[in-house]
C-alpha cells in the first residue's frame, strides 16, 4: 500500500478516482489523504515524522517546505518523467525531488472576444509599443465595447501586496528568460540589487497599467472586485495568473455567462521588445518520502504523468498538464493557452518564490501603491525607489 499526502481538498474525489484506476492497472492501492481548510499540513507532516507515520508521498509548496524534509526525500532525477516538464522541483544540491502535478501561469490576461470587437490581434502585442498602441485604441472605444476601464490592475498595498510584489515584480525577475536563467534574481539576492535599465523599461509597463486601469480599483479594490469585473467583460486586460478560471466559472459564473462567456488567452509582460514567454510554475509538488517503498512511490508518480493518470488529472481534477506529451486540455478557460505555450517551449520560471521572506508584504507592495496613486510620480523614480527598498531590505 502507498499513501498519498494532498494539500488540495477540493479535488479529493478525483485523486481518489486517480487511485483507483492505478490500482485496478497494478493492484497497488493508494490511499489518499487531503488536507485543506487552514490545516497546517507542515505542521502535521511533522508530527507523523515524529510518530514515524510519514506518507509515501506528500506535498510541499515550496523551498520553506522542502527545507523540512532536507535529506529524507527520494532523488526523483532519473525518472522518465522528468524529461517531458520544465516544472519538477530541483533542490539547492541539483536533485529533482518534486513532482508537479498541476501547472499555473503568471501572463498578461486578456478577453480574446473584446480584443477582437475592437480590431486587434494579440500576437500583435509584441513589446511596449504594441502595447500602447493597443492599450490606446480599446481606451478609444470604451463606449462601444462596454468597457469600464482598458486593464482590471489593483496595486491596493494591504491585502494585495501579493499580487504586485511577488507576480507582478516576479515579471521584472523572469519574462523573457530560460526557465533555469537566475541572473536577475541572483543580483536581488546579492544585497537586493537591481538591473536599473531593465527595471526601468518594465516600471514605464507598470505606469501604462496605471494611466489605463479602473481608478475605482487602482489604489483601493479587491481581489474580488478585480475578478467579477473581468468576468463581467468589464475589463480588457487583467493583471492576474491563471487561477482566476476557477473563480470566474464558479464564484462569478452568472456573471461570465451574462457577457458570453468569452474566451480567455494571456499575453507575455512584453516590456522589451520581442518578450515571448509567461511566467509557469507548479504552485506545489508531490515529493517521495526516502524508505523502502519508495520505488513504488515513484512508479505510482510515473503512472500519474502518462496517458491514463493524465486523463483523469486534467479532465476530471480540472488541473492544467505541466507534461509536454500530454495531449489533454482541461475545461479551465486559460488550459489551452498555458498548454499552447508550454508545448511550444515558451515558458520562464517562478524565482520570485525564493525571494526574501516578506519582501513583498514588507517592503514592495506599498512602494506600487505608491506609484499607483502617483506620489511616486515617474519610472525613474519608481526604479530608484525599489532599488532603494530592495537594497534595505536584503541589507
Not at 480574446?112 to 509584441?126: N, V, Y
Not at 481581489?223 to 487561477?243: H, M, P
Request: glycine residues 10%; proline residues 3%; negative net charge.
Amino acid at each position: 500500500m502507498q499513501r498519498l499526502v494532498n494539500g488540495k481538498i477540493e479535488v479529493d474525489a478525483q485523486l481518489k478516482k486517480l487511485a483507483e484506476a492505478y490500482e485496478k492497472e497494478s493492484g497497488v492501492h493508494v490511499e489518499i489523504e487531503s488536507m485543506g481548510g487552514g490545516i497546517d499540513i507542515q505542521g502535521q507532516l511533522k508530527q507523523y515524522y515524529a510518530g514515524n507515520n510519514m506518507p509515501d508521498i506528500f506535498v510541499n509548496g515550496g523551498a520553506t517546505d522542502f527545507a523540512n524534509w532536507e535529506g529524507l526525500l527520494s532523488d526523483m532525477s532519473g525518472e522518465k518523467w522528468v524529461n517531458d516538464t520544465e516544472a519538477e522541483y530541483v533542490d539547492g544540491s541539483g536533485k529533482v525531488v518534486g513532482f508537479p502535478y498541476t501547472t499555473e501561469a503568471i501572463g498578461l490576461a486578456y478577453n480574446a472576444d473584446l480584443l477582437e470587437k475592437a480590431g486587434i490581434d494579440p500576437k500583435s502585442i509584441t513589446g511596449p509599443e504594441s502595447m500602447k498602441a493597443a492599450f490606446e485604441t480599446l481606451d478609444s472605444k470604451k463606449d462601444e465595447l462596454g468597457l469600464t476601464a482598458v486593464i482590471g490592475y489593483c496595486a491596493e498595498a494591504t491585502n494585495l501586496y501579493w499580487s504586485t510584489g511577488n507576480h507582478l515584480f516576479g515579471v521584472y525577475e523572469d519574462e523573457g528568460l530560460a526557465r533555469d536563467d537566475t541572473k536577475y534574481f541572483d543580483m536581488l539576492a546579492d544585497g537586493g540589487k537591481i538591473d536599473e535599465a531593465r527595471f526601468e523599461k518594465y516600471a514605464e509597463m507598470v505606469a501604462l497599467f496605471n494611466k489605463y486601469s479602473d481608478p475605482a480599483l487602482l489604489v483601493s479594490g479587491t481581489y474580488d472586485q478585480q475578478i467579477l469585473n473581468f468576468a463581467s467583460g468589464k475589463y480588457a486586460f487583467v493583471t492576474q495568473g491563471s487561477w482566476i478560471g476557477a473563480t470566474m466559472t464558479a464564484d462569478d459564473k452568472e456573471q461570465y455567462e451574462a457577457a458570453g462567456s468569452f474566451k480567455v488567452g494571456m499575453l507575455p509582460y512584453a516590456f522589451e521588445e520581442g518578450q515571448d514567454t509567461i511566467l509557469t510554475n507548479s504552485p506545489s509538488w508531490w515529493a517521495v518520502f526516502e524508505s523502502d517503498k519508495a520505488d513504488a512511490a515513484k512508479a505510482f508518480l510515473q503512472w500519474c504523468s502518462e496517458d491514463a493518470g493524465q486523463k483523469i488529472l486534467v479532465e476530471d481534477a480540472g488541473f492544467i498538464s505541466p507534461f509536454e506529451s500530454c495531449t489533454y486540455i482541461a475545461s479551465d478557460p486559460f488550459a489551452q493557452t498555458i498548454s499552447d505555450y508550454t508545448h511550444a517551449g515558451k515558458t520562464s520560471g517562478w524565482h520570485w518564490l525564493n525571494n526574501k521572506e516578506g519582501l513583498a508584504q514588507n517592503a514592495l507592495g506599498v512602494v506600487y501603491q505608491d506609484y499607483a496613486a502617483g506620489t511616486i510620480p515617474d519610472a525613474a523614480t519608481f526604479t530608484k525607489t525599489v532599488g532603494q527598498v530592495t537594497a534595505q531590505y536584503y541589507s
